[in-house]
Structure formats: C-alpha cells, structure tokens
C-alpha cells in the first residue's frame, strides 16, 4: 500500500463527504491499480474516511437545503455516485420532511411573488413548471400550492 496515495485520498476525503464511486476515480486517477483499491477502500472505511451511507444523507440534505432540489432531481444526482439502493433509502428515512416541504413551499412562493406580471392561471402554471424542473412531484407542488392559497 502506497502511503503518499493515502495521504492524498486521506486528504480528498477529509476535504468534505466524498462517495467511494468518486473516491475509486480519483484514485485511478491519481495512477493506483485497481488491485490496490480494494485494500485501500478498506483502510479509508475503517479509518472514517469513507462512508456513503454519512455521503447519502449529506448529500441529499444539502441538495434540499442550499439548491433547493426536490426529490426527482436530488435521486437522479445521487445515481451517477452509485450509491447502494437501501442505503439511499435510509438516507432519504433520515431527512426530516418538515425540511423538505419548507423547501417547497419557499420555492414556490418566491416563485409566485417574482410574476407579477402575470395573472392567475399563468402565474401558477409557472410556478409549477419551474418546481417541476427543480425536482418536485407534481402532486405535492399541487398540494403545496392548495395550501399556500396563493392567489
């Protein structure tokens, strides 16, 4: 085992949350075999260094929080990580829902008060097709703005 290749792969990690998918390719890329990896892998899970189910729930957090991401769009992000389907799962049991519809209902009514141009019909068929680009289902958006009594 290479330490300067740890070293490196310690430090990419320690940078912020990072998924063994991404973490394998940069240590690909960096020149480690693919024979090496598996022992490696190992070492950075038992040290703490890895972790995807701690990635996942970051991940999806942060995706809700900073981007204002709704569901569709945060699963489809995570996807290209391969991360393990039960551990997306658990990850996603773990966020708090409260969050997730605050998200949306603040979305929306940003949305809403940034078409003051536009009336009634227009004005909601807007706000729901940029909270359909921005992941959201489109029967919790409906719902969303039942509840909003945005008009």
Known sequence: ????????????????????????????????????????????????????????????????????????????AISLHQIDRDILSKAWGSIDTSLYQETLSKVLSNKWKSLESKEGFEKRQACVRFALSKGFELDEILNTLKELDLE
Do not use: P
Not at 17 to 34: C, H, P, Q, V, Y
Not at 44 to 66: M, P, T
């Open 1 to 76: 085992m290479d330490l300067s290749v740890v070293s490196k792969l310690q430090s990419f990690c320690s940078y912020r949350d990072r998924s063994s998918f991404e973490t394998r390719r940069k240590a690909l890329s960096i020149g480690m075999n693919s024979e090496d990896w598996i022992e490696i892998e190992s070492h950075l899970f038992s040290e703490g260094f890895l972790n995807d189910q701690r990635f996942a729930e970051n991940f999806i957090r942060g995706k809700i929080k900073h981007n204002s991401w709704g569901r569709l769009k945060i699963f489809h």
